[in-house]
């Protein structure tokens, strides 16, 4: 029965929250999963990528695992030329990395921005999520048919539902690890997670996240059919730190790797660490994400045994550019990655 409004007042707060939002049916996830599926092959695939993930985290593989790829994904024919080039580099290098391709179709905003190929696909503003889960799915199908393990930011929630199957490490930014949404939502991921530290450089709000991840937790949800549900989570043992600076301040270096192992070993937390050689910890210009690395490295081989992983920034091109009608094909149109070049060089010589 609909209650009769009683003041003026009260109806123009209806109107006003009826303009200020509006509603677009989406496909279930169950439904673009059927429409792009993931067969039992490639389920196995990932399956394995996942295990190889937890193996180096867990110190029962020594290799270093590589999170490398864009920043964001904003044109797919270059994001399948760069996974065709890292697939090749990733089995050169299999005896020393896991080599995982960064595939960032969310955009978290310090203000406002493109959010990325799953929100906007066209870069219009006007943003079509139906298209943007499309090509996002088609995106991941297609590199990881290539054979490589793929790397998201989990930033929206139900956005998990409808590519997680083809996830094999996620990220919980710097501007979500305090969120007790996105640690309920790791608490149920079947993939391992790392938290960032927040931007202004604090691990602990990570290490908070790490334990609230690995419990479990009752949360509002929606079926992969589209209904509402009460999502029961068992709790994700596969989480980690990632070290990314913050507030213009790097924390890669010994000392801060120290302190972060330690903490998270006070916490009873597994200590793997993976250094985000971009953003605070490269003062956000690409090149300096090599130092970064090669210092990593460094620490790692002298005996830095929390040490697990590097995180680079890279596409075909070096830089970033703004968004426009004459695009550099392979170029950032958000933060500065290395080049294609450059990315190789520095693996093959790490
Ligand atoms: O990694 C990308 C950016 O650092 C992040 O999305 C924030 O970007 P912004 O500060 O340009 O909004
Ligand atoms: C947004 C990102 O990182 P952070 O959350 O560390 O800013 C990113 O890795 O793309």
Redesign the pocket.
């Known amino acids: 029965m609909n209650m009769p409004l009683n003041t003026v007042g009260e109806r123009q707060m209806q109107s006003a929250a009826a303009t200020h939002r509006q509603e677009t049916a989406l496909p279930t996830p169950a439904e673009l999963r059927q429409r792009l599926p993931v067969d039992e092959r490639l389920a196995r695939q990932v399956g394995r990528h996942r295990q190889a993930v937890r193996d180096i985290l867990h110190g029962s593989d020594e290799r270093t695992l590589i999170v490398v790829g864009p920043?964001?994904v904003h044109d797919e024919v270059a994001a399948l030329e760069y996974g065709e080039k890292l697939k090749v580099l990733a089995d050169a290098l299999s005896d020393r990395f896991l080599i995982v391709m960064?595939a960032?179709l969310e955009?978290?905003r310090t203000t406002v921005g493109w959010k990325g190929l799953l929100y906007d696909p066209e870069r219009t503003g006007s943003g079509d999520l139906n298209e943007g889960l499309l090509r996002s799915r088609r995106l991941l199908l297609n590199l990881a048919e290539m054979g490589l393990p793929l790397a998201t930011?989990a930033l929206s929630p139900f956005a998990m539902d409808y590519l997680g199957d083809l996830v094999s490490w996620t990220?919980?930014?710097?501007?979500?690890?305090e969120s007790q949404i996105h640690r309920e939502m790791v608490s149920g991921l079947p993939m391992p997670a790392g938290f960032?530290?927040g931007?202004d450089g604090g691990i602990s709000v990570a290490i908070n996240a790490m334990q609230s991840g690995a419990h479990p937790h009752h949360h509002l949800g929606v079926s992969s059919h589209g209904t509402p549900v009460m999502v029961s989570t068992r709790g994700n043992p596969d989480t980690h730190l990632?070290l990314?600076g913050g507030r213009g301040i790097t924390n890669y270096d010994e000392q801060s790797i120290q302190h972060a192992t330690k903490s998270l070993s006070d916490a009873g937390l597994c200590a793997a660490i993976m250094v985000?050689c971009?953003?605070?910890n490269a003062c956000k210009q690409a090149e300096r994400q090599i130092d970064v690395a090669r210092e990593v490295m460094r620490q790692k081989h002298a005996g830095s045994a929390g040490i697990r992983g590097l995180?680079l920034?890279s596409f075909l091109e070096a830089g970033r550019q703004n968004d426009g009608d004459d695009l550099r094909y392979g170029c950032s149109i958000?933060?500065p990655c290395l080049s294609w070049d450059q990315t190789e060089a520095l693996l093959r010589s790490l």
């Open positions: 920043c964001s960064r960032y955009k978290p930011e990220a919980i930014g710097a501007r979500t690890t960032k530290n931007t990632v990314r985000d971009s953003h605070d995180m920034e958000t933060d």
